[in-house]
């Protein structure tokens, strides 16, 4: 419910000078000893991304009853997804001082659950979207029956696939147990699901609320996610949180503000923009100012982590990619 649109460029987007950070310059912190300067995020997040396919791949492989596995590999493998949760695990791991190769089973499993999320919410008795990432939706191509299997097939699939695969010479038993609590949280009733059922049900006032639970509790967990790999101590755990959630937030309002801005210009009715968004509730403008309050919080609580120098930067550029948009991948439609 988190980075889930492809955008290749913000037009006529702009926000303050103050609050604004190149591509090729990245600062965590005005302290000259802090970090460098310049960091690729698009090789990092190129990289990791094709070990990550790669993985899910050999994670699902088509076997009895085949419909459903090839539902399930339709969402999960689909053309253009960008791995935005596994990807923020694998930093998070990395930036504490973990082994990539601890995160990699649940980066995957956070996939499967990011994948499963969205098959459930095309669905015509949810929001109703025929197409996801410029391609039919599951329940468009596969019906609606066989979307509600394949989604929950995924959500214990990634459960198992973190139990199974994660080294245990890498990562404690009970560290996993909290990986595991943890998405089970933010998928549950007090979580995502908890984000779709107001989304659906609740007023226009409860948009913090469902922006928070529909697409900040995917960033939020993967960030913790990373963290608790790595052995981080509870006030890491609680940094990550926060900057997790403002960060999945943050691009999902930016996507809102680029299509409420593709819509009047194409002369499209506002109410036609989704009415529980920032934008939907409050207008562009307003919504830009949330975006930038977002940015400017989500690298705050980065602050706590300058003291492991260029290993922050990844996290950090994460912040900005949110709303800069300054690359696509190769298969991005």
């Not at 969402?75 to 601890?102: H, T």
């Not at 307003?286 to 940015?295: C, I, P």
Request: overall charge negative; charged content about 25%; hydrophobic content about 40%.
């Amino acid at each position: 419910m988190v980075f889930t649109t492809p955008i290749t460029s913000l037009p006529n987007l702009h926000f303050p000078k103050s609050l604004s950070v190149t591509q090729q310059k990245i600062r965590c912190s005005s302290t000259a000893s802090s970090v460098s300067t310049n960091f690729d995020l698009k090789t990092y997040w190129s990289t990791l991304r094709e070990e990550i396919n790669q993985k899910l791949d050999e994670a699902i492989p088509v076997q009895y009853p085949n419909q459903i596995y090839e539902s399930m590999r339709y969402s999960v493998l689909a053309k253009g997804a960008k791995r935005a949760p596994p990807v923020m695990c694998v930093a998070a791991c990395e930036l504490l001082g973990g082994n990539r190769l601890a995160a990699f089973p649940t980066a995957c499993a956070l996939e499967m659950v990011h994948a499963a999320s969205l098959i459930h919410d095309d669905l015509p008795c949810m929001d109703d979207d025929s197409s996801r990432r410029g391609q039919p939706s599951n329940h468009t191509v596969f019906g609606m029956d066989m979307a509600i299997l394949a989604g929950d097939a995924l959500f214990p699939l990634g459960f198992r696939h973190i139990v199974s695969h994660t080294p245990t010479n890498l990562v404690q038993e009970t560290q996993l147990l909290r990986v595991i609590t943890e998405i089970a949280r933010a998928v549950g009733s007090t979580g995502m699901a908890a984000g779709q059922f107001v989304d659906l049900e609740g007023p226009p006032s409860c948009i913090e609320f469902v922006q928070e639970k529909k697409y900040g509790e995917m960033g939020e967990c993967s960030a913790v996610c990373g963290g608790l790999l790595a052995g981080a101590t509870d006030d890491e755990i609680e940094g990550l949180r926060k900057y997790g959630r403002a960060v999945g937030i943050l691009y999902q309002v930016v996507d809102d503000v680029l299509e409420a801005k593709s819509k009047t210009k194409a002369g499209e009715k506002q109410e036609e923009i989704k009415e529980k968004s920032y934008v939907g509730v409050y207008g562009i403008d307003k919504a830009m100012k949330v975006a930038e309050d977002l940015r400017a919080e989500a690298k705050r609580e980065l602050e706590g982590f300058k003291k492991y120098g260029d290993m922050v930067l990844p996290l950090y550029s994460f912040v900005d990619y949110a709303v800069d948009r300054g690359f696509s991948f190769a298969d991005q439609v």
